[in-house]
């Protein structure tokens, strides 16, 4: 049987990544913060006895480009790497896990597609785990979720896919311990002329709605809501909260000159 043992979310900005952070002393901290935080949520990976972590993040033309650009899509395959500083990092990925996961969507109505071959993983899989595995490290299924390039998948229809993750995996007959990680925001408005705003109010709102488990309230954002707050990743997180429906501790919440950080781990 397959048991989901921990949830959380986290922002995956490339910078949490970036060795030399050069725009202030302050945010260089602020970034070291985020670093412990995720080094903390990933020794809960060993504590929740862990065996695969699923990563649910939005592509930036890393890993897809417009040849074809997926809504959906899962990696079965075990030849994904990442590449930090120039330096190419192999990633285990669980194929077996992977292929259940591919099937069993396409049963229930969600038509994702699947990826095979080399297969650079993008900042939305990296920047989190990168830390999060730093004392434990575990193999991943990653699932690109389109959150960025216009048409995106809609707030609602993500929420119910993590809904339906959670379906498929209680019918998979492997006897795991399962994580999911969704990855994204908060507010910020990269490549854009609003660079620099960031929406601090509609943030802390939504980490109260996720502290206080108002799941109805988090299915009901808009798409329209997302955008203007510079949330448009918080797709990623809404599929994880439609997958747990569980109340979430905010680990930390770090507002900086250009995005909110954020991560959550949700009570499991
Ligand atoms: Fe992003």
Redesign the pocket.
Known sequence: MVEVTFAACS????HILSRRIQSSEEYRKQVERVHRTLEELGKELRKKNVDTLIVI??D?YETFFFDNFPMLNVYVDNRAFARVQNEELPYEIDVEMAKELLFGLAKEDFDISFSQGPFRLS??VVSPTYWMFKSHRVPIVPIHMN??IEPMISPQRAFRFGETLTRVLQRIPLKKNIGILG???LS?F?GTPYYGKVDVEFDKRFLSLLEEGRTDEIYKLSAEELEESGNI?LRAWMSIVGAVKRRARTLLFEPTYHIDYAIVNFEL
């Open positions: 922002s995956h900005a490339p993040g939005g930036h900042h939305a959150t960025n990855t994204g925001g910020h990269p990743e």
